[in-house]
Nanobody
Framework: QLVESGGGLVQPGGSLNLSCTGS????????IGWFRQVPGKEREPVAC???????EYDESVKGRFTFSRDNTKNMRRLHMENLKPEDTAVYYC????????????????????WGQGTQVTVSS
């Protein structure tokens, strides 16, 4: 089970730092992906670490979001800046399976059930 935190209400152009925490074994054994979902839409990948920890970002967040690891805290972070109203969503993290030779954004989430996520609302 992974736990997401750090969401909140922010004005357009603002920043937030999300955290994803799990067990040491999980966080050291798997690649992790960040996803987001808005009501009525499919959950979509936002950022991830793939083979050899190569970072990938969805085009909509490139240059604004930064994925990082904190191995001392069994944590992955997602730094989000220059936030836009369309970034409003519930954000989740999950271990992912990334087939060799593929982009981690196409990775398969491995959670059997998703956590509660963390709500990000961008609004003036």
């Amino acid at each position: 089970q992974l736990v997401e935190s750090g969401g909140g209400l922010v004005q357009p152009g603002g920043s937030l730092n999300l955290s994803c925490t799990g067990s040491k074994w999980t966080m050291n054994s798997y690649n992790i992906g960040w996803f987001r979902q808005v009501p009525g839409k499919e959950r979509e990948p936002v950022a991830c670490e793939g083979v050899y920890n190569k970072l990938e970002y969805d085009e909509s967040v490139k240059g604004r979001f930064t994925f990082s690891r904190d191995n001392t805290k069994n944590m992955r972070r997602l730094h989000m800046e220059n936030l836009k109203p369309e970034d409003t969503a519930v954000y989740y993290c999950s271990p992912i399976a990334v087939p060799s030779g593929t982009d981690c954004l196409a990775g398969t989430p491995l959670l059997r059930s998703w956590g509660q996520g963390t709500q990000v609302t961008v609004s003036s």
